[in-house]
């Protein structure tokens, strides 16, 4: 763990900073005294309500799914927007 002192660290931050994304810690010191250490921040842990296939085999999508609706979004498009028609 390499130590830096407080201006080289003010200088320098945006590299300093770089090096820790990468793994590594660095500690931070006044006058030779350690004073803090940048070290990487673990990744955020998932969220527990978040399941992906939960309802498998609960529900079941149509084979048209994504052509459901596509006369209607067609005379949409097509500019005859005459409900009448």
Request: no cysteine; hydrophobic share 30%.
């Given at each position: 763990m390499e130590t830096v002192n407080?201006?080289?660290?003010?200088?320098?931050?945006?590299?300093?900073l770089e090096r820790v994304a990468h793994?590594?810690?660095i500690v931070i010191a006044r006058a030779g005294r350690p004073m803090a250490r940048l070290t990487p921040m673990e990744p955020p842990a998932l969220a527990a309500g978040r399941r992906v296939g939960f309802?498998?085999?609960e529900i079941q999508v149509p084979d048209?799914?994504?052509r459901m609706g596509e006369s209607e979004i067609a005379t949409l498009f097509?500019?005859?927007n005459d409900p009448a028609a």
């Open positions: 407080v201006h080289e660290a003010k200088t320098h931050l945006s590299r300093l793994g590594e810690s309802l498998l085999g048209d799914f994504d097509s500019g005859n």
